[in-house]
């Protein structure tokens, strides 16, 4: 790679981090040990993701400690404390139970980062039933896709979004008895209830029952990148996951302001948007308004954050509108920034330091994994364009399939093959809903595939390559379109590329890209010759872009990721395949 590691010493950083020994501490793990961090329910009734997130803080010196600010688009703001939590989410547990929703039943919300989302995910966790978040700008179609194959037994949403969205699908939906509505002041019909007045009629004790750690607790889909989105199921156990990336990779400390900009639709934005920061007692910042640099800008200043999760495309939004957040706003506060979602181009990690103050840390995880499985740990060099090393407890390594039943591990440095971890983490998937054959077949030789290509250098640091379905085969090389679009980012007129490989009967296929530019810059042959050359310069011509267009945007989907296959399909005349997932502005 082109960029130089970035060193950190531990001893300048504002905390003394979590993690100090990268080495010692993932010799010395165990999940047992990080299972006695936690509490467990009283009388040995088992392990429950809401237990460990509110009541046992509740119930502690903790109990008027701030866990959610909410900051509300209209500029509104509430503060829910530990104990306001507890009883609130209690209520909701009684709800679920009063309407007959049992263990292992689906609560479906569809609603904007608003308070009852989080008060619906965590009383669902304790009521044992089991919670799926939609996200709000999904339209109909993938609303029901969704709704449907999870089998939702009850609703939460908003009038709006009810008459938008469901009102018309509810013959097709015959398990969905109750839509809980958060805004209606009175019910509005037997099964289209109002969530205010069923909260000031629900009692606010509630005995969490029995919860099993594998008992499903989440139901998540996945982003819909490669294709149609399936859903991963997740039990109560990956709650150790979640509590021991939260104090490894996001170096949680008392005191800390945490902000994960993911929507709870998305698993990121509850696995960290919900889960982990209350695990550790913090304060957890929830914005409702949609991506704002100017406001975002102003929430990490006013809010204090000092732990910040976000994601590349937001990130290269900062980048592409040339704000620089550090100078005109006192991020004092801030003392770790996290990414993940998709590759954060080297250019970006620098631009933090520029920008922000601070460099960015990547982290690389998947639906599928529940939590974060290969990181920049804060105490380490950060190395710009890689994912970063394993979290404790998780075994990844590079394997090239060999049949249907045997991979063989790549031990050699460097070495391309598909990204794979060592099955039994906590936050580990149990199932694809209704698809236990997909399910097995990710599982080969005592490895589980994640469909990623990456490399490893020497000193264990993964390198993302890209998604197995996007590889380029051009003239005998495998290219990684990451490291096309990194190239092509670090000239100063790019502010996004997305690289595919065009069928060509000479080479097999021929490196495509497709750029979007920052402002100030204007599409021309001349610039296009220039981004060749300069691609060429860096890359060699056998990986080099032989082609070019300009883009004023590319396609992403609602998680805001680059949908290459979308480039290709309509490249080359193809299918567009489920576009359920693909961006409006697109
Ligand atoms: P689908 O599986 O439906 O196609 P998806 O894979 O985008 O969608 P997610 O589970 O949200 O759904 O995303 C996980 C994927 O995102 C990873 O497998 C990887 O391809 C990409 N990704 C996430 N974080 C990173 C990262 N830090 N670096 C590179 N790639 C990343
Ligand atoms: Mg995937």
């Not at 908003?158 to 509505?181: A, S």
């Not at 099993?212 to 819909?224: I, K, N, Q, Y």
């Not at 980048?319 to 998709?342: F, K, Q, T, W």
Request: proline content about 7%.
């Amino acid at each position: 790679m082109f960029w130089t590691s970035i060193q950190k010493h531990p001893e300048s950083m504002k905390k003394v981090p979590n993690l100090l020994d990268y080495d010692a501490t993932y010799a010395d793990f165990s999940w047992p040990a990080i299972r006695a961090e936690l509490q467990g329910l009283p009388e040995n009734r088992g392990l429950n993701i809401a237990h460990e997130a509110v009541d046992r803080h509740a119930d502690s010196p903790l109990r008027d400690h701030v866990a959610v600010q909410w900051l509300g688009s209209e500029g509104a703001t509430r503060a829910i404390t530990y104990a306001e939590l507890k009883s609130q989410t209690n209520r909701f547990a009684n709800i679920l139970q009063g309407l007959g929703i049992d263990k292992g039943d689906t609560v479906c919300a569809l609603a904007g980062r608003i308070p009852e989302l989080y008060i619906a995910a965590l009383g669902t966790l304790k009521n044992t039933s089991v919670f799926c978040p939609l996200f709000s700008a999904f339209g109909p179609e993938p609303i029901f896709q969704r709704m449907s194959r999870g089998d939702a037994k009850i609703l939460l949403t908003t009038e709006r979004y009810y008459h938008q969205k469901v009102h018309h699908l509810r013959d097709k939906l015959p398990r969905l008895g109750h839509v809980l509505l958060v805004d209606a002041g009175d019910h509005l019909a037997d099964d289209l209830l109002s969530l205010p007045r069923l909260m000031t009629e629900a009692s606010d004790a509630f005995v969490i029952p029995p919860t099993d750690p594998e008992d499903v607790a989440l139901l998540h889909f996945t982003s819909g990148t490669t294709g149609m989105p399936k859903g991963a199921l997740h039990v109560h156990n990956a709650v150790l996951t979640h509590y021991m990336t939260g104090k490894y990779v996001m170096d949680f400390h008392p005191d800390d302001v945490f902000w994960c900009t993911a929507d709870p639709g998305w698993v990121t934005g509850t696995s960290y948007g919900i889960i982990a920061p209350l695990l550790h007692g913090i304060t957890n910042v929830v914005d409702e308004a949609d991506f704002d640099a100017v406001r975002w800008c102003r929430i990490l200043a006013e809010q204090r954050v000092s732990v910040w999760y976000t994601a590349p495309t937001a990130i290269r939004r900062f980048m592409r509108m040339g704000i620089e957040p550090a100078r005109e706003n006192d991020l004092g506060h801030l003392r770790v920034i996290h990414s993940v979602g998709e590759p954060l181009n080297p250019e970006a990690v620098v631009w933090g330091e520029k920008a922000m103050g601070l460099p960015i840390h990547d982290n690389w995880w998947q639906t599928e994994t529940g939590g974060i499985m290969i990181a920049n740990f804060p105490a380490m060099e950060i190395r710009p364009g890689s994912m970063g090393r394993p979290l404790p407890g998780i075994e990844a390594a590079i394997v090239q399939r060999v049949d249907n039943d045997t991979v063989e591990v790549i031990e050699a440095p460097g070495v391309q093959g598909e990204l794979a971890l060592r099955p039994g983490w906590p936050s580990m998937f149990r199932d694809y809903l209704h698809d236990e054959e997909r399910y097995r077949k990710c599982f080969v030789g005592g490895w589980y595939l994640t469909g990623d290509l990456a490399k490893r250098d020497e000193d264990g640091y993964f390198w993302f390559v890209g998604r197995a379905d996007d590889i380029i085969k051009t003239s005998g090389h495998m290219v990684g379109p990451f490291e096309v679009e990194s190239m092509l980012m670090a000239h100063p007129a790019v502010a996004e590329a997305g690289v595919i490989g065009k069928p060509d009967p000479l080479i097999g296929e021929m490196v495509k890209a497709f750029v979007a530019l920052k402002p100030g810059f204007v599409p021309s042959d001349e610039l296009r010759l220039e981004l060749i050359g300069f691609a060429r310069k860096k890359l060699g011509s056998a990986v080099a872009p032989k082609e070019i267009d300009f883009k004023s945007n590319l396609p992403k989907n609602k998680a805001g990721k680059i949908m290459r296959r979308l480039l290709k399909a309509r490249e080359l005349g193809w299918p567009e395949g489920d576009l359920s997932t693909l961006e409006d502005s697109e």
